[in-house]
């Protein structure tokens, strides 16, 4: 059964703004992603939706700091809102959809009766294998088979321990659960992104639903899971965007978008070029999706983005490439944050949506 218009949606505003919101809006919450500085003035035991804080500094677009995830189905009295807790795992869900987030601080492996850490395996590698394990049980244990987006962040992400750098170790601990519990499906992959922040536990949320999203690759770029050996021994498993289809709408969730193509690193100390280069992987994500679709639906011109900015210097350089190319009005935040390759300055994932008339008037 194909629902006509998407039985979830999305809003963007400062946490603050949220407790302003009418209860029922409130009580329509699936989960929040806010980028706002730690603050708990107006969080109250009461508040029943998962909210995954990042401690990232907010460079610009203060009034678009967190993610909203609601339902967008009437919420009768048996149909309301669930939520529980999991572990480390927190989540709300509603019949097609579940938003949660896990942060695990990075622990090694459970050492051998001697006291060893007998595989000497790398603290985040194993965490990130192991968050992704308490993931995919969840999904089995609720029914919600199917991945929209993940979002992965953890503390310092181009240092490097044990040998390989840090992204390279979660990307490792990723592939083998994803191995591990038979999710590593080459057109099937989710929509991520993978930041670093200055600090932290491994912070990884997600949407989950119940309906197959189509995966979208960049025909600009060789698909991140087919990488060659020389990003690190494992690929990276993730597509370039996933797209959600209805009837009546359409959700398209982009990956983090960077200055690559093929796999290779362009303009490497120039972030308007960076910004450019990253503009036209944006133009051609959606291009594709519209190729699927068969219909123009998608426009870069109408969609959200936050723009995660290495150098916060960089941030005007930044802003007014994208506004020359897009216009004055764009929607956007911006965040500080260190990318997952070292000579990546900036890198953007956007949310854009197609309503049609009708689903409008509703
Ligand atoms: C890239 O295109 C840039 O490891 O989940 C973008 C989106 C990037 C997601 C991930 C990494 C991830 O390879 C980096």
């Not at 706002?36 to 107006?42: G, I, L, R, V, Y």
């Not at 339902?71 to 572990?87: A, Y």
């Not at 097609?96 to 006291?115: C, D, K, V």
């Not at 087919?226 to 494992?234: D, I, T």
Request: a negative charge.
């Amino acid at each position: 059964m194909s629902l006509p218009i998407l039985p979830i949606k999305t809003a963007y505003m400062p946490l603050s703004g949220i407790f302003q919101q009418p209860q029922s809006w409130q009580d329509s919450i699936l989960g929040v992603i806010s980028f706002a500085e730690p603050s708990t003035d107006n969080i109250t035991e009461a508040v029943k939706f998962p909210i995954f804080q990042l401690h990232a500094p907010i460079l610009d677009g203060a009034d678009a700091t967190c993610e909203i995830w609601l339902s967008n189905t009437d919420l009768s009295s048996d149909k309301l809102l669930r939520h529980g807790n999991n572990g480390a795992i927190q989540y709300r869900y509603s019949d097609e959809f579940l938003f949660g987030f896990i942060s695990l601080p990075e622990l090694a492996p459970s050492q051998n009766e001697a006291g060893q850490n007998i595989m000497n395996i790398a603290p985040l590698q194993h965490t990130t294998e192991s968050a992704y394990r308490q993931i995919f049980a969840l999904m089995d244990e609720l029914d919600y088979p199917y991945i929209c987006r993940f979002w992965n962040y953890m503390a310092d992400i181009n240092g490097v321990d044990h040998g390989l750098e840090r992204y390279r170790q979660f990307n490792v601990g990723r592939k083998d659960a994803f191995l591990a519990c038979d999710r590593e499906v080459a057109s099937k992959l989710p929509a991520a992104c993978a930041l670093g922040l200055a600090d932290g536990p491994l912070s990884i949320a997600f949407l989950l639903g119940r309906k197959a999203p189509i995966a979208i690759e960049n025909p600009r770029q060789i698909s991140a899971y087919e990488y060659p050996e020389e990003y690190g021994p494992r690929t990276p498993s993730f597509s370039r965007a996933t797209l959600l289809h209805t009837e009546l709408d359409d959700l398209l969730l982009i990956s983090g978008t960077a200055s690559i193509v093929g796999h290779q690193t362009l303009h490497p100390s120039d972030v308007v070029a960076q910004t450019r280069e990253t503009l036209v992987n944006l133009d051609a994500v959606i291009a594709e999706a519209n190729r699927i679709l068969g219909e123009q639906k998608f426009d870069v011109r109408n969609i959200f983005f936050r723009v995660y900015i290495r150098h916060a210097a960089d941030l005007l350089l930044v802003r007014n490439e994208m506004q020359r190319t897009l216009g004055d009005t764009i929607e956007a935040a911006f965040i500080q944050a260190e990318i997952c390759r070292r000579e990546l300055l900036m890198e953007i994932e956007a949310t854009a949506w197609y309503k049609s008339e009708l689903s409008c008037v509703k």
